[in-house]
DNA sequence: TAAAATAAACCGACCGGTCGGTCTATTTTA
DNA sequence: TAAAATAGACCGACCGGTCGGTTTATTTTA
């Protein structure tokens, strides 16, 4: 079987996975289900992951992988701090428009990383690149002075914070405010704090 | 067996029940953990709560009545609105300072209600408590002239998400940044918006 | 001593993971 | 080049063990 194929199989688990952890959370949810929903057998997807925990850990990289390249683009390009912070938190918005099921599926991931610590690992490592990455931009912006002299990581950390809120939405939406307009006004409140 | 006694019984299962949910998740922790933890039996424990389920829901009803008396000090004490968000902001910090569990609970919890309607209603209606709570101290300070005549609806819910986020601490300690200062820099950050 | 409370034995359902075996495609043999 | 051998991909019945919940027996309380 050729590599892309192999690729493809695994996509297939991991599309079934990500679907069953926010139905019914890790512990709550069985490699049948996983089974059940890929219509392939237990066997294939021992052959594939050697254990229930290796299926969850690889859909955290699988949805890492995909956001990447986009973020990577956002940051290549050379525009001012707050035309990227901008394109950062559009590309989440739209990310939740598109499909909010990954930001159910951070909450799962979230609170198993509170008690495990293979899965904690894995997020503190995505989220520091995140963080960096955020971080960056806004060094850039104060470096050239279209920011304020604030300090960086607790703007950062900020900025991390309420794009995660997103998650809120994925509960509630029923506070009279919608996902979208919340988000871009905090998006407006943040960088009025932020530019000179 | 008296009242207090049977209240104290309930509550010497319900903070095992804290204690294990923190460790093991929902699905992931079992009866008798809550048993060995509680050094009561199982029976006792059905004797109390009919069911996992219901030990848990009760555990969500049991951190939001020891909330409810300091908060609601903080609204009827007849301060200007931005001392009392600063005392809800405060409040939290010292929580979360004191005992972190609490946090890390309710990020269980909030993967828990993505998935159980029993779970997301008792969720909704803490929250819903929480956020007219705050937004009420908004109007208030609008009213009142002491903020910025903004929508009163985003600018609680972006409080509410900013207070949330001390879960985040409890996750990843290591970004050079001290819960406490963050939470204070943003404390001060969202006021200096909202002040005119 | 009746009722309330606790303890502990127990049950059927279900779980993660294993394993013997099948099917298909490729490679080796004669 | 036809037959035999090998290897990779996949299947699903099955096992030991755990779980939530029930039942039954015993102790404590009032």
Redesign the interface.
């Known amino acids: 079987m050729s590599q892309s194929t192999q690729d493809q199989r695994k996509y297939q688990i991991l599309d079934a996975a990500l679907e069953v952890i926010?139905?019914?959370?890790?512990?709550?949810s069985s490699m049948s289900d996983i089974v059940k929903k890929s219509k392939l057998s237990k066997g294939a997807i021992y052959w594939y992951y050697s254990s229930k925990k290796e299926v969850y850990l690889a859909l955290v990289n699988h949805w890492v992988h995909q956001y990447s390249p986009t973020l990577n683009l956002i940051i290549e390009d050379n525009q001012p701090a707050s035309v990227q912070l901008k394109g950062l938190f559009n590309f989440f918005i739209t990310q939740y428009e598109t499909d909010p099921t990954i930001f159910?599926a951070i909450?799962?991931f979230?609170?198993?990383?509170?008690?495990d610590n293979d899965f904690?690992e894995k997020?503190?490592k995505v989220?520091?690149e995140f963080?960096t990455l955020i971080e960056k931009i806004i060094i850039k912006g104060v470096e050239s002075k279209e920011f304020k002299n604030i300090?960086t990581?607790?703007a950062a950390?900020?900025i991390m914070?309420?794009i995660e809120?997103a998650?809120?939405f994925?509960?509630?939406e029923?506070?009279?405010?919608s996902a979208t307009?919340?988000m871009e006004?905090?998006t407006d409140?943040i960088l009025?704090?932020l530019i000179k």
Chains 1, 2 share one sequence.
């Open positions: 926010v139905r019914k959370g890790y512990e709550g159910k909450a799962v979230w609170s198993l990383a509170g008690r904690k997020f503190d989220y520091s963080f300090d990581k607790i950390l900020s914070v309420n809120s998650i809120w994925t509960l509630f029923n506070y009279g405010i307009k919340y006004t905090i409140f009025a704090g």
